[in-house]
Every structure is written in structure tokens, then in C-alpha cells.
């Protein structure tokens, strides 16, 4: 009996000495958040490069599949040079000789101005809009769209265009990323070809 007398006055004074210590409380503080501060730190460290991100929101892994054997056109003879595209440049175009024009976003439901020195996906980023992309250097096809008025070519010209075919122009599809519009149509936004 004295056995049990003795465990239960333990556990009480036990119990008491708990709740008084947790009712004072400890007095420990939590450190405060220092990541941010780490963060800026190390990004300030790091140089600025001319690396595309790194296959943000991308589509379908961002790269274009590779072409095999004997696809995509005729081996090129001994002594032929394949022609290079040389692109458009956005930023030669004079402030008299920027042109709007009347581009809708059929997913999106809106139809909005592009001006002929500004590609199709800022403007639609502009906007709001989550749309695809990954290397946004006409590299890869994650932000393919379709021009649903024709060849993409009689509607958008291409500042660089490294992933898509003729036939593929000729579908509409265009790399929304480096396309600038030459006249009003509607795309289909997120399709590959």
C-alpha cells in the first residue's frame, strides 16, 4: 500500500512540477526567416548569362524530336551549302513603320492589338494569359500555336525558326515566341504540330 501511495504522490508533484514549467513557458523565440535574405544573396553572386530559362511551363519537353535518315529533305551533294534563313529582326523596324494588328486568341476567348515589332506570346503574357513556352529562341515547339486563316507565313513572320518544317508553316503552326504578325487572324494557342 505504502507502494502505491508513494508512485501516486510522485506522479502528482511530477504533474505540478509540468504545468508549472509550461505554464511560465521557455522563453525560446524562434530564429527569424533568413531565406529570402540567402536568396538574394546567392543570386547576386551568380553573373548574368544569355541562357534561355530553363523549360518553364514547357510543353512536351521543349526540344523538337529528332529528324531521322533520309527525312526532311535531300542530302545536300558535295559542294552544296545549305542557305541560311536569316530571320527578322523586330527591333530595325522604324516607330513610323510599326503596324497593329488585330490578332484572337481563340482559347482565350479575347481577341487583342500585336504591333508588328512584338511577338505573340509577351503580348499574350501581357495579358495575363499562362501560356507554353520553354526556350523562347524559335528552338523547340513547346509554344507552338495554329493559325486557324491559313499558312502561318501569309500571317506572322518568324525572328528565328529552328523547329518547325514547311509543311508545318503551311498547316499554320507557328513558334509563338519569336512570331510577329504582318496581319490580323486567329490562333489556336498550345497546339504542336
Same mark, same amino acid.
Given at each position: =500500500?505504502? /507502494?502505491?501511495?508513494?508512485? &501516486?504522490?510522485?506522479?502528482?508533484?511530477?504533474?505540478?512540477?509540468?504545468?508549472?514549467?509550461?505554464?511560465?513557458? /521557455?522563453?525560446?523565440?524562434?530564429?527569424?526567416?533568413?531565406?529570402?535574405?540567402?536568396?538574394?544573396?546567392?543570386?547576386?553572386?551568380?553573373?548574368?548569362?544569355?541562357?534561355?530559362?530553363? =523549360?518553364?511551363?514547357?510543353?512536351?519537353?521543349?526540344?523538337?524530336?529528332?529528324?531521322?535518315?533520309?527525312?526532311?529533305?535531300?542530302?545536300?551533294?558535295?559542294?552544296?551549302?545549305?542557305?541560311?534563313?536569316?530571320?527578322?529582326?523586330?527591333? &530595325?523596324?522604324?516607330?513610323?513603320?510599326?503596324?497593329?494588328?488585330?490578332?484572337?486568341?481563340?482559347?482565350?476567348?479575347?481577341?487583342?492589338?500585336?504591333?508588328?515589332?512584338?511577338?505573340?506570346?509577351?503580348?499574350?503574357?501581357?495579358?495575363?494569359?499562362?501560356?507554353?513556352?520553354?526556350?523562347?529562341?524559335?528552338?523547340?515547339?513547346?509554344?507552338?500555336?495554329?493559325?486557324?486563316?491559313?499558312?502561318?507565313?501569309?500571317?506572322?513572320?518568324?525572328?528565328?525558326?529552328?523547329?518547325?518544317?514547311?509543311?508545318?508553316?503551311?498547316?499554320?503552326?507557328?513558334?509563338?515566341?519569336?512570331?510577329?504578325?504582318?496581319?490580323?487572324?486567329?490562333?489556336?494557342?498550345?497546339?504542336?504540330?
Amino acid at each position: =500500500m505504502d /507502494t502505491i501511495v508513494s508512485v &501516486a504522490i510522485g506522479a502528482a508533484l511530477t504533474l505540478v512540477v509540468v504545468a508549472v514549467h509550461y505554464a511560465r513557458g /521557455t522563453g525560446w523565440e524562434p530564429p527569424a526567416d533568413i531565406s529570402q535574405d540567402v536568396l538574394e544573396q546567392r543570386a547576386a553572386a551568380v553573373p548574368e548569362t544569355d541562357f534561355p530559362e530553363p =523549360m518553364n511551363r514547357s510543353i512536351g519537353g521543349g526540344a523538337a524530336g529528332a529528324i531521322p535518315s533520309g527525312e526532311g529533305g535531300a542530302e545536300l551533294a558535295e559542294g552544296d551549302e545549305e542557305e541560311e534563313d536569316e530571320g527578322f529582326d523586330p527591333e &530595325a523596324i522604324a516607330d513610323d513603320e510599326v503596324e497593329y494588328y488585330e490578332i484572337e486568341f481563340a482559347k482565350e476567348g479575347e481577341t487583342i492589338e500585336i504591333a508588328n515589332n512584338e511577338n505573340i506570346l509577351d503580348m499574350g503574357e501581357e495579358e495575363g494569359w499562362d501560356l507554353p513556352y520553354a526556350c523562347r529562341q524559335g528552338q523547340c515547339v513547346s509554344c507552338a500555336g495554329q493559325i486557324q486563316d491559313g499558312a502561318a507565313l501569309d500571317y506572322i513572320q518568324h525572328e528565328h525558326n529552328e523547329a518547325l518544317f514547311d509543311d508545318d508553316l503551311d498547316d499554320g503552326y507557328c513558334l509563338t515566341c519569336v512570331a510577329y504578325p504582318t496581319d490580323d487572324f486567329t490562333i489556336e494557342t498550345g497546339e504542336q504540330p
